[in-house]
């Protein structure tokens, strides 16, 4: 492909950044924690998408009590375009509803699932942050969104088949010539100290098998009020941002927060 001029290169438009959260096993909490990772980016004043990817067993929606009138199946069918499906969420998240039930978005052919991974791109230029909900497990619909990320957050729980398959997806990532940084989220923990033992545990078998090093990013603590706000159709940082799975949930955007800065700066020098 023929290279860009220079003078082309330094007006290129400022690109968001994007994080893919994933999970090896399903149940773990990473859509919730897509959702509220995506309100806490926008309550600090970053244009955020939330985009759900979680192909045919879509469910961002329903944590954050909207019913979008269209979805990812309209665009693929072609007859809508991102702007007619990104609909305004809480914390003014814009969404991006995936298909739910629908047999035909799982079974996507990797033509339709490319042109869904280019969205990700086309979004790039009109916000600061991107939040790719992907599925759970290591179809190639989720190993093509980890891809088009630029950090991967990897939620799991303490449970043993959720550590296995944690794993599991970085193995698979991996072998598939995956670079970019994975970030750990452990959900659901009693204390801080199981978690970072469950990180511990995690990140050894990633460097011995795999040679491959894990980021810590943090914990959320179970928490009653995170079932509370399903219930309510409600991010559980918005019906309860008293909480400690709140206030947790705050600390990993915080940590997240350079990120994205550093993105914005290197595209800020480019211009």
């Given at each position: 492909m023929t290279e860009l001029p220079n003078q082309q290169k330094m007006t290129a438009p400022p690109r968001a950044t994007v994080f893919a959260v994933t999970s090896g096993k399903g149940g773990v909490g990473k859509t919730s924690i897509a959702v509220n990772l995506a309100c806490e980016f926008s309550r600090r004043g970053l244009r955020t998408v939330l985009l759900d990817a979680d192909l045919g067993l879509a469910n961002a929606h329903i944590l954050a009590g909207m019913r979008p009138t269209k979805t990812l199946c309209d665009y693929i069918d072609g007859t809508a375009t991102l702007a007619d499906i990104a609909e305004h969420g809480p914390a003014h998240v814009k969404f991006i509803a995936g298909g739910s039930g629908v047999q035909a978005m799982a079974d996507i052919d990797a033509e339709k699932r490319q042109r869904l991974v280019g969205a990700v791109e086309?979004?790039?230029?009109?916000?600061?942050?991107?939040?790719?909900?992907?599925?759970?497990?290591?179809?190639?619909?989720?190993?093509?969104?980890?891809?088009?990320?630029?950090?991967?957050?990897?939620?799991?729980?303490?449970?043993?088949?959720?550590?296995?398959?944690?794993?599991?997806?970085?193995?698979?990532?991996?072998?598939?010539?995956?670079?970019?940084?994975?970030?750990?989220?452990?959900?659901?923990?009693?204390?801080?100290e199981e978690g970072e033992q469950v990180f511990a545990k995690l990140l050894a078998c990633t460097k011995q098998f795999l040679g491959f090093d894990l980021n810590w990013l943090g914990v959320v603590p179970e928490d009653g009020c995170v079932e509370g706000a399903i219930l309510k159709r409600a991010p559980f940082t918005e019906a309860y941002p008293g909480s400690v799975a709140a206030r947790y949930l705050t600390k990993l955007v915080t940590a997240l927060i350079p990120k994205v800065q550093k993105t914005k700066q290197i595209a800020s020098a480019a211009h």
């Open positions: 086309d979004l790039r230029p009109f916000c600061d942050v991107v939040i790719v909900d992907t599925g759970a497990g290591v179809s190639s619909n989720v190993i093509d969104f980890l891809g088009a990320a630029d950090h991967v957050i990897l939620v799991t729980t303490s449970n043993f088949a959720a550590i296995a398959d944690a794993y599991g997806i970085v193995k698979v990532s991996v072998q598939n010539g995956h670079k970019q940084p994975i970030h750990c989220v452990i959900n659901r923990v009693r204390t801080p």
